[in-house]
């Protein structure tokens, strides 16, 4: 019997009409242009505005456009699986309401969380369940409102993050050469003080007293998590390719998670790689978490030919890391 193994067959996205610039955000706070182009690299970031709309919104979109590009019959979807930081409700799962949304009949749908790495850990959580035979197509989804945690009072943060949606349409195949090939994950576990949100978990529950003090927004200790972020996915990136027995000649695309584009820089150093090969995207979208790798390979889809070698790295929140290598298996200029 034929090896099962897991590709990706189509990729949607959706980013929320309002755009969030550097110049309206040197209005908000003691910042400019200048100032966070040469710290992170991002010009503008979309925002979701709406009144009443959160992550399942924009995770819908995506899966939507997702399937009407592929062709693929709702009714066949075995699952949908999303990763994210901020769900809709503490429960029930974001995953639930994107399948009642889209009408699916046939999934199961649950949520996962591992921060700006969830996409990676997500995708690579489908592949086994598809190898495992029982199941023949999974959607993932990386989708955060960003917004919804992040305090636009303090300087440092602010300007890091917007919100969006990425879907991946994953499917069962025996051709070979193709498909999710390896995985290197770790959590350093001693992220914790570094970066996290104070407030709204069981440990600290909502109060009068959390809100307050303004303890439901995002806190980072920004060189910390800096140097961690550089040295964990540039190491990982070179572990793939020493299990793999590749060099960076090898690689035709690193994906990595689009946090900083000092630390893309840096991690390109570090492995020894020509930005040329990094996809990057975040001038125009920022930091959107667990999107970030979704959008990038919506954004890059044209320039993907069958065969490619695909690295995939990401760092995120409790220190969780990784890298994935990935062999594209369809021709992405072909898609209408």
Not at 101 to 111: C, R, T
Not at 273 to 292: C, D, F, H, Q
Request: aromatic share 10%; charged share 25%.
């Amino acid at each position: 019997m034929a090896r099962i193994n897991a590709i990706i067959t189509g990729v949607g996205g959706y980013v929320p009409d309002y755009v969030l610039t550097n110049e309206e955000l040197s209005r908000m706070v003691d910042t400019s242009d200048e100032w966070i182009m040469t710290r992170v690299g991002i010009k503008e970031r979309h925002i979701l505005t709406e009144e009443g709309l959160g992550t399942s919104y924009m995770a819908r979109k995506a899966a939507k456009q997702l399937i009407q590009k592929t062709g693929v019959d709702p009714d066949t979807i075995d699952a949908i699986i999303v990763a994210s930081t901020t769900p809709d409700y503490k429960f029930p799962s974001t995953a639930s309401i994107v399948v009642g949304k889209l009408g699916l009949k046939n999934a199961f749908a649950f949520d996962t969380s591992a921060a700006c790495a969830g996409f990676m850990y997500t995708l690579d959580l489908a592949a086994n369940m598809i190898q495992s035979g029982r199941y023949k197509k999974i959607i993932v989804i990386g989708a955060d409102k960003m917004s919804s945690m992040v305090d636009y009072t303090d300087r440092q943060t602010c300007v890091l993050f917007g919100d969006g949606a990425g879907a991946v349409l994953v499917e069962a195949t025996e051709e070979e050469g193709v498909g999710v090939q390896d995985a290197f994950f770790r959590t350093d576990g001693k992220g914790l003080p570094f970066l996290h949100m104070k407030a709204g978990g069981s440990v600290c529950p909502p109060s009068h007293f959390t809100v307050d003090h303004r303890l439901h927004y995002v806190y980072q200790e920004g060189r910390t998590v800096f140097r961690y972020a550089v040295t964990s996915m540039g190491d990982d990136v070179l572990e793939i390719l020493k299990r793999n027995n590749m060099t960076t000649d090898d690689v035709n695309w690193v994906i990595p998670h689009e946090a900083n584009y000092r630390i893309i820089e840096a991690v390109a150093k570090r492995v020894d790689l020509p930005m040329e090969k990094i996809v990057v995207n975040i001038e125009r979208y920022g930091n959107t978490s667990a999107a970030t790798i979704p959008l990038a390979i919506w954004d890059h889809e044209k320039y993907l030919k069958k065969g490619d070698n695909v690295v995939f790295t990401a760092f995120g929140a409790g220190f969780a890391h990784g890298a994935s290598f990935y062999k594209w298996a369809y021709d992405g200029a072909a898609v209408k």
